[in-house]
C-alpha cells in the first residue's frame, strides 16, 4: 500500500517508517518539524537505503492538506502528527485543542474526499485516566486528566463517529504505553526539543552528563518500590505494532482499538539500575516530590492485539535501555 505516514519524521514515526518499507510498502511522509528535525528523514534515507517521499506540511492547515491528498493517491494513513506534552497541554489547551482535533479533521475530510479509506491513529494509555484494576483491557472505562489526554480520546470519539457514518471507512486506534529504545543502528530515537519530560530521555542525559541528576517523582507510591511503575515498549516492537494495524485495517472495515504494551509493569529505579547495569554507566538520582497527574502504576493487558493482530511486543528492558544509550550516546 501507499501510506501517509503524519508526523512522520518523529519518534515513533520514523520507527514505523523503516518497518512499513521492510514489510514492502510505499511510504510518504508529512511533517512540520514541531518536534523533529529534518536530518531524521536523511538518516531514515540511509537505513532503508532509498530517498523517502517527503512533504513539509502543516496539517492543521485545510488546504495543504486537501492539496497533498489531491497530488498522492494514498491507500491508507497512519496518523502520528500532533502535539504530546501532558505537562505542556496543561499550560497550552488552546495550542493543544486547535492542533492536534483540527490536524484529525482536515486529515479525515481528505480521506473522505479522495476516497482514503484506511486509518490507524496513534493513540495513548493516558486515555484510561487514573486505573480503576490493572492490567488495562481495551474496552475498560476513559477519562482523562489532561488537555493531551483529552484530545486523543476526542480524536478517538470523532473517529469512531466518521466511521459510522462511513461504512467503507476503517480505523485501528492504537494506544500506546511507554514507548523507550531506539533502532539497533543508534541513527534515530528519542530525541526531544529542550529538557525531556520523559523518563528515559532524561536518563541519557543525565548519563552524558548534559544533565547533572535524575529528579525521581516520589518513592511513596504503593509499589513493590515507592516509585512510579510503568509498561515500558521497545520504540521498535510498537512501530512492527503499526504494519499488522494498517494491514489489518486494509482487510477489515469498522474501528478496532488494541493495546500496544508488553503487559509488564517496571519501576523507575528497576529501569534507572537496569540502564546502570546494561551500559556499565552511573546514574545518579534524588527522590523529587511527586508530578502532578503522575499514576503510581500503569500496565497493559496486549492479549487482544496477540489474539487479532498476532503482534506482540519481544524485545526485553535490557534491549530498551541498550539501544537507548546506544542512541543517545551517538547524538
Ligand atoms: C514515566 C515514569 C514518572 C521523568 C507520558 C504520557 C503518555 C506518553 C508517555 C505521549 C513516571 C517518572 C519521569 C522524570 C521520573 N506520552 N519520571 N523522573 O508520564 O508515564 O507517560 O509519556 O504519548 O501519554 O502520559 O511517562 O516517561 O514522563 O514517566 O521519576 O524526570 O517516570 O513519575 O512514574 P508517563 P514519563
Known sequence: ???????????????????????????????????????????????VGQKIEFHEIDFTNQNDTLKLFEECHFDAVIHFAGLKAVGESCTMPIEYYKNNIDSTLNIVEAMKKYDVNNLVFSSS????????????????????TNPYGWTKLMNEQILTDVTRANPKFSVVLLR???????????????????????????????????????NVFGNDYPTKDGTGVRDYIHVVDLAKGHVDAIEYAEKH???????????????????????????NIKVPYRIAERRDGDVAECYADAGKAREVLNWSATKTLDDMCKDSWNFAKNN
Open 176 to 214: 500506546y504505553f511507554n514507548p523507550i529504545g531506539a533502532h539497533e543502528s543508534g541513527l534515530i530515537g528519542e530525541d526531544p526539543n529542550g529538557i525531556p519530560n520523559n523518563l528515559m530521555p532524561y536518563i541519557t542525559k543525565v548519563a552524558k552528563g548534559v544533565l547533572p541528576e535524575l
Open 125 to 144: 494509555a493516558t486515555v484510561y485516566g487514573i486505573p480503576k484494576k490493572l492490567p488495562l483491557k481495551e474496552g475498560m472505562p476513559t477519562s482523562c
Open 253 to 279: 472495515r469498522g474501528v478496532e482499538i488494541f493495546n500496544l504494551g508488553t503487559g509488564v509493569g517496571y519501576s523507575v529505579l528497576d529501569i534507572v539500575n537496569t540502564f546502570s547495569r546494561v551500559n
Open 1 to 47: 500500500m501507499k501510506i501517509l505516514l503524519t508526523g512522520g519524521a518523529g519518534y515513533i514515526g520514523s520507527h514505523t517508517a523503516i518497518e512499513l518499507k521492510k514489510a514492502g510498502h510505499e511510504i510518504v511522509i508529512g511533517d512540520n518539524f514541531s518536534n523533529s528535525k529534518p536530518d531524521v528523514l536523511e538518516k531514515i534515507n540511509q537505513i
